[in-house]
């Protein structure tokens, strides 16, 4: 059974970092793109960045560019996001999530949760002074 563990979220001040980790299994991490996603309260799904199967080449949402660092380790199954200069917009819950091909790519569809086919439970971040 394929499994997604996201870990890491937190209540922290904003400017404040944190790094989110995703622990998966169940099949070949190595042969896979794999992204985050987010939901705001009351809002929708928000993609915010994808990382290719080798991890050479990443994807990043305007709205964290230059804050969030998406990377991941194949040798120990694990994807992570490294967010700094975190704002109260940030505070989501994150997901990570599979997608069904090894290449990244930057354009996603308004339907997320049809382009990945399998995600995590999710984890709280929470920003706020």
């Known amino acids: 059974q394929v499994q997604l563990v996201e870990s890491g979220g937190d209540l922290v001040q904003p400017g404040r970092s944190l790094r989110l980790s995703c622990a998966a299994s169940g099949f070949h991490f190595s042969n896979y793109a794999m992204s985050w996603v987010r939901q705001a309260p009351g809002k929708g799904l928000e993609w915010i960045s994808e990382?290719?199967?080798?991890?050479?080449?990443?994807y990043i949402a305007d709205s964290v560019k230059g804050r969030f660092t998406i990377s991941r380790d194949n040798a120990k199954n694990t994807l992570y996001l490294q967010m700094n200069s975190l704002k109260p917009e940030d505070t989501a819950v994150y997901y990570c999530?599979?997608?069904?091909?090894?290449?990244?790519?930057?354009?996603?569809?308004?339907?997320?949760?049809?382009?990945?086919?399998?995600w995590g439970q999710g984890t709280q971040v929470t920003v706020s002074s």
């Open positions: 999530a599979k997608a069904p091909r090894p290449y990244a790519v930057g354009w996603h569809s308004a339907q997320l949760r049809d382009e990945y086919d399998y």
């Open positions: 990382i290719n199967s080798g991890g050479g080449r990443t």
